[in-house]
């Protein structure tokens, strides 16, 4: 790292309602990291993916308008959500790469609302931004507390790996890019099945039973190779790992208790940040086990 980092921020929708614990982290470490975040308030929706089922050119505008806004402020897009990054990511590669009679369709419609798509910015995920533009040893510099006793299991979430075919950041279907945060950090990573594969979210609204199994093989899968929590760069993940554990419990069958953490939560506690200031105490399941040595 060479010089001040500054991004356009992109929260996303679920950190700044179900999760607000995200957002609160990540502005957290930020600070910690001297990473300067500009907020894009008025920014929108990403669409998580659903408008593209039955409206792609919509999905497209939207997101094309977002990317817009930071290419205004001259900005790389930073989000952490690995859905919204897969989206914008997504729709960012489409135009600016592979479908220029597109791109030309749909800056006709942002014309309306005094906006353009140049396609002269990048869309990173937290995660990238942390390893590719702050630096892994610039990170290790600033660890005061090794997280020594952490066995993490990594949950990815499907569009970090697999939403983009253009720009990716890390093998989809072998990554290491999670893992390499933790040794870091002083956690030691936790390889288990389910570490790439879907959280069972896009179905928990008309197939709850199903998704719910799923979350729960993963789970059961993590715990099982030595698991004493899982970090998900997802926030979508982490409600259906988290929020919605007492219920994958019932259907299972089974005490499941294993605390899920979001990323930039992990990193604020090696950077020496205190639990509640990076909203620990808001989850579901407990973490205060895994956090008795802290204060």
Known sequence: MTQALKYAYYPGCVAKGACRELHQSTTAIAAKLGIELVELTSASCCGSGTFKETDEFLEDSVNARNIALAEELHLPLMTQCSTCQGVLGR?????????????????????????????????LHLLWVIIRDYGLDNLRKLVVRPLTEFKCGAFYGCYLLRAQTVTRFDDPFNPESLEQVFRVLGAEP????????????????????????????????????????????CPLCHLNLDSRQPEVEQVINQKLRLPILHLPQLIGLALGIAPQKLGLDKHIVDTAKLLSGFR
């Open 91 to 123: 729709v960012n590669d489409k135009l600016k790469f592979s479908e220029p009679e597109r791109r030309t369709a749909i800056n006709q419609v942002l014309a309306e609302t005094g906006h353009q798509f140049q396609g002269t910015t990048e869309v």
């Open 190 to 233: 936790i390889y288990y099945a389910g570490r790439i594969q879907c959280c069972g979210w896009p179905i928990s609204s008309y197939a709850p039973t199903a998704s719910f199994k799923l979350a729960g093989s993963h789970i059961q899968s993590a715990i099982a190779a030595g698991a004493n929590c899982l970090v998900t760069p």
